[in-house]
């Protein structure tokens, strides 16, 4: 079932949007009990790169030496982002396998990804100068307080309930998907897609790579792949129509916009609340009342509709 | 009391209790449900319906929370001052309903009989398997409206989705503005009526010929519920190319034989 949900500024005003995916994830735990991921857009740091990894997955067995090995591939990531030119600002240990690394970097951002997911298990869950996914197993609220998110203000943010039906119940699993390795692009997603293993053939023979079995992790990479090639978020999403198979409704995001697509069944919900100051959009209205107290008009957009908001 | 951030369906409270905190004055009785469950504002509308015998219920702040409102089974006046969510309003029989924003997905699903009005927008599976009584929406309706209709009105002020009126069996489908691809799908019977644009017609429905009745229908429904002067409509029932579809209730049947 999934439930996905967004929230978008336009005025590009900061805002608590970690407690307000919080509150509209949480309200929709219903739709999808397992995983709880948010894709939040902040202020970058002195221009810095952020990056979000993890260095161990739920279903990792916790083996004797589980701790020793993340403090040494931890060691060995820093020491590789190094190695590349990267000047490290700062590390957050969000949890003991997911961290927060920001940095100076101004190289190929495809080949540090590459480069750090070549240590065992790690996996670079985004990459950008706003962008920073966070995931976990668990409802909305228990993974806001693992990672602090109410620390985190910004400007727009994408948020995922998981309910498991295609790949296993893990973090990789989770959305959103970071668009690897296009900087700044997240999507979450509510629905099947009927010819993922035609495209996931073709996008790995393009060099994309994929870090998990979930279906989902097509329409990021999809994305990346247009975008790299010039097309604009609004061009690759009206072309995904075309080309992704399946019933969907997702929600793409880069650093200052917002988009949501609709396969042309309508098969899956998605509510949609416009107002002068904001953009917030659900797969029940009852997540985007729970960031708006006052009674407010909304609709479903029809099918193959393509929306795109910029802050 | 725990405090349940999450229930929006209402399953997390198997011995919730009534709350009756309901203003009562004679036949009507009024309540807030802005800090009440799904279950305890089902509770508290059954309780006023049939142990209070309050006629006309006002709900304020339903606040889009699903499955507000059903299994009604009585003839009676509610209104609900906001939004309903998933399901609302489903497998009723008699009551006049009346909600003054919008529900989401498969509101008045299966009703028997009675009145809904929407002020707002509905959401996709409005009035699914509707088997009596007229659904009114003034804003527009998402896909699906009307699946497998088997009896009853539905009124559609705004436009409709792709599939209005799947598989529908019975019933007439009335929409002002316009309607999406696969109109009237595999319909075996019934009538669908557009005044907008139809992006496409779905299989084996097809332009059926006016004819008085039409026109009273449309006045007649359009009067009731004070919707104005009606468009003019094109009309659209089953080609019965693909169905012989024996269309009689049980009840019919056994008269005829």
């Not at chain 1, 929230?7 to 219903?30: A, N, V, W």
């Not at chain 1, 396998?97 to 190289?107: K, L, N, P, T, W």
């Not at chain 1, 997240?186 to 060099?207: C, D, I, K, P, S």
């Amino acid at each position: 079932m999934c439930g996905i949900a967004g929230i978008i500024y336009r005025d590009g005003s900061q805002h608590p949007i970690g407690d307000e995916m919080t509150s509209m994830l949480q309200s929709m735990k219903h739709r999808g009990p397992d995983s709880t991921g948010y894709a939040l857009y902040g202020t970058p740091e002195n221009g810095n790169l952020v990056m979000r990894y993890k260095l161990a997955d739920a279903n990792t067995p916790r083996d004797f030496d589980f701790e020793e090995k993340l403090g040494r591939h931890r060691s060995i990531v820093e020491s590789r982002l190094e190695s590349l030119g990267a000047r490290i600002d700062a590390v957050d240990e969000e949890t003991s396998y997911a961290f927060r690394v920001s940095f100076d970097f101004d190289g190929d951002l495809k080949l540090l990804a590459d480069f750090v997911e070549d240590i065992p298990d790690a996996e670079v869950l985004s990459l950008g100068r706003s962008l920073e996914i966070v995931k976990d197993l668990g409802d909305a609220e228990t993974v806001h307080g693992q990672y602090g998110l109410s620390e985190f203000r910004g400007t727009h943010a994408i948020g995922h309930v998981r309910m498991a039906t295609e790949s296993e119940v893990d973090i990789a699993g989770a959305h959103p998907y970071w668009a690897y390795p296009y900087s700044d692009v997240a999507v979450v997603h509510n629905g099947q897609l009927t010819n993922y293993f035609m495209w996931r053939r073709r996008l790995e023979r393009a060099g994309r790579r994929f870090m998990s079995e979930c279906d989902s992790e097509i329409i990021a990479v999809y994305l990346a792949q247009e975008m790299t090639n010039g097309a604009s978020l609004e061009e690759a999403m009206d072309k995904s129509l075309d080309e992704l198979d399946g019933v969907f409704t997702y929600i793409a995001v880069t650093k200052d916009e917002l988009g949501v697509a609709k396969d042309e069944l309508a098969a899956k919900p998605l509510v949609l609340y416009e107002s002068d100051d904001l953009v917030a959009l659900a797969s029940e209205e009852i997540a985007i009342r729970a960031i708006v107290d006052h009674e407010i008009d909304t609709y479903d957009p029809y099918e193959r509709e393509v929306l795109v908001w910029k802050r | 009391m725990t405090q349940i951030t999450y229930d929006a369906r209402g399953l997390a409270e198997p011995f919730a209790e009534i709350p009756k905190v309901s203003k009562i004055d004679g036949e009507s009785a009024r309540f807030d449900a802005k800090d009440l469950t799904t279950r305890a504002i089902n509770l508290e509308l059954r309780w006023l319906l049939y142990e209070e015998g309050v006629k006309e219920v006002e709900i304020s702040n339903p606040g889009s929370k699903h499955s507000l409102g059903v299994g009604i089974l009585t003839r009676c006046r509610i209104r609900f001052a906001g939004s309903l969510g998933y399901f609302g309003c489903g497998l009723i029989d008699g009551p006049e309903i009346h909600i003054t924003g919008r529900v989401g997905w498969s509101a008045c699903e299966n009703m028997m009989s009675g009145v809904v009005v929407v002020d707002g927008n509905a959401g996709s599976l409005t009035a699914a398997a509707l088997r009596g009584g007229d659904v009114v929406v003034k804003g527009r309706v998402g896909a699906r409206s009307g699946i497998d209709q088997k009896g009853g009105t539905i009124i559609v002020g705004g436009s409709a989705g792709s599939m209005t009126g799947f598989m529908m069996q019975r019933g007439r489908i009335i929409i002002c503005g316009d309607v999406g691809p696969g109109l009237g799908d595999s319909m075996y019977d019934g009538t669908i009526y557009v005044a907008g644009k139809v992006k496409s017609l779905g299989i084996d429905c097809v332009p059926g010929e006016w004819t008085d009745a039409d026109t009273e229908l449309i006045e007649r429904k359009f009067r009731i519920y004070g919707l104005g002067a009606p468009p003019e409509f094109q009309k659209f029932v089953c080609g019965k190319v693909l169905y012989n579809y024996d269309n009689l209730e049980p009840s019919e049947r056994k008269l005829v034989l």
